[in-house]
């Protein structure tokens, strides 16, 4: 049981350079989040997914976009990366939200020149 | 929206000695939950504890306990017995009818041998 599991762990783009982030869950939840974290601050939710086939936007959504095609997948593009891109990626899902525990992956480090 | 503060950004305590960290939040909800996530050097974040709004009883979870007072909406959590492993980030969080997390800035608590 691998549970919440994201690939790359980190990497490096230039200005304009596009990207996937894939994170996977083995828990079989339909709700699953993509937060990303800098620094002196807390996680920002940038969109989330309540089931297969659904996304919506979260506090930070601009610059990005997702896909939700399989339930235990769930994508974020950046189309075309900028530096304020830069951050810490981190995906979780849960069985349900409100007062389901959120499990979170490791996270993907992200520097964008 | 909701917010959550953390006017701690960072703790200290000795080990074996009793630590509390603050957290205030601002919310017209009356059924939310509250939560309080561990993130340490590895970056994964790890729940400690969570509480139900409509519930008058603090929850515990072996030397970690919350003080939740609803009326002054504040949400602090008191670690007993310091360990040496008890040093991170940690992180409280609030989750509203969105079915949302919204995080506040963090408050890094160092464990003194």
Redesign the interface.
């Known amino acids: 049981n691998a549970g919440v599991t994201q690939t790359p762990k980190f990497r490096v783009l230039k200005t304009g350079q596009s990207m996937t982030l894939l994170c996977a869950q083995d828990m079989n939840h339909e709700?699953m989040?993509w937060y990303r974290q800098d620094p002196?601050?807390?996680?920002?939710?940038i969109h989330?997914s309540?089931g297969e086939g659904t996304t919506a936007k979260?506090?930070v959504p601009d610059g990005y976009n997702v896909s939700r095609l399989k339930k235990q997948n769930f994508l974020l593009g950046l189309e075309s990366a900028a530096p304020s891109q830069t951050s810490?990626y981190?995906c979780?899902s849960s069985y349900?939200?409100?007062?389901e525990?959120?499990y979170?992956g490791?996270?993907t480090r992200l520097l964008v020149l | 929206a909701q917010t959550v503060t953390q006017s701690q950004p960072e703790m200290s305590v000795q080990e074996a000695e009793t630590v509390t960290l603050s957290c205030t939040y601002d919310t017209s909800e009356s059924d939310y939950y509250l939560f309080w996530y561990k993130q340490p050097p590895s970056r994964q974040m790890i729940l400690v504890i969570r509480q139900e709004a409509y519930k008058q009883q603090n929850a515990t979870e072996n030397r970690f306990s919350v003080n939740f007072q609803k009326a002054a909406k504040s949400f602090s959590l008191k670690i007993s017995d310091s360990q040496l492993g008890d040093a991170a980030m940690y992180f409280c969080a609030y989750s509203g009818s969105a079915r949302q997390l919204t995080f506040g800035s963090g408050t890094q608590l160092t464990v003194l041998p």
């Open positions: 709700y989040y002196g601050m807390g996680l920002r939710l989330y309540v979260g506090e810490v981190f979780a349900s939200g409100g007062s525990t959120q979170f490791p996270g």
